[in-house]
């Protein structure tokens, strides 16, 4: 079955600079990767997800590239904020409708 | 309702005891998910729903945990004979089969389930 790793698993960076987490996988065959951005005690949320047949995403802060050759994709996020603090989690998908999620990353904005 | 509701938001049980945990998800979603996340960790997944029927669940740990949906709207996850091994936040999702939305899953808070 599908294995999806995630790195790092905890990141500090200081207000304004950028986060970038990396997500690789192992199903060829998967098609659809979406980003999960999870608060305490709440739902995971979606913040930016990128299909087979585009190679970069953005949306203000957040970006997210693909790389299927090499089967990774990566959440980057700039001009970090306080309320950027948060578990991110990565996902992947064939289209067989339910999701694979990675370990999450626990990210901290330190003001 | 504006998003998927979960009920309870904590269940306390003893363990041997049965629980049940709600799922209302968006309106004219077709599509159901359930998900059992583990402290620390990323969500898994459990059973899927398209309407009434249960394509998929693969994900089940064991034949104590039972999900239906009987009208294609609310979903109800049972857990049979509760066990320590089954405290987790158990998570429902749901997602349109709009073309353009296909495969966005929206989450609910969850249900955090502890057995004690």
């Known amino acids: 079955g599908e294995n999806v790793e995630q790195h790092p698993s905890t990141l500090s960076v200081q207000e304004g600079d950028s986060a970038v987490i990396k997500c690789t996988y192992s199903?060829?065959?998967?098609?659809?990767f979406p980003w999960y951005k999870q608060e305490l005690g709440k739902g995971p949320q979606l913040i930016i997800d990128?299909?087979?047949?585009?190679g970069e995403k953005k949306d203000q802060r957040i970006a997210v590239t693909l790389n299927k050759t090499a089967k990774h994709f990566s959440l980057h996020i700039t001009e970090t904020q306080p309320e950027d603090s948060a578990v991110y989690f990565c996902?992947?998908?064939?289209?067989?409708?339910?999701?694979?999620f990675g370990p999450g990353t626990r990210l901290s904005v330190l003001p | 309702g504006a998003g998927v509701s979960q009920s309870p938001r904590y269940k306390v049980a003893k363990r041997g005891q049965d629980v049940a945990l709600r799922c209302d998800p968006i309106?004219?979603?077709?599509?159901l998910f359930w998900y059992q996340q583990a402290l620390g960790q990323g969500p898994e997944f459990l059973t899927y729903?398209?309407?009434?029927?249960?394509?998929?669940k693969s994900g089940l740990p064991s034949d104590r945990f039972f999900a239906e949906r009987p009208e294609g709207s609310v979903s109800t996850l049972k857990i049979q004979r509760t066990q320590q091994e089954d405290s987790a936040v158990y998570l429902c999702?749901?997602?349109?089969?709009?073309?353009?939305?296909?495969?966005?899953?929206?989450f609910g808070a969850g249900t955090r389930l502890s057995v004690l």
């Open positions: 990128i299909r087979s047949n585009v």
């Open positions: 199903d060829s065959a998967s098609n659809y």
């Open positions: 729903f398209q309407n009434e029927a249960q394509l998929d």
């Open positions: 996902a992947v998908t064939d289209y067989g409708q339910n999701f694979v």
């Open positions: 999702a749901s997602s349109s089969r709009d073309r353009l939305a296909k495969n966005i899953q929206y």
């Open positions: 309106s004219g979603h077709v599509s």
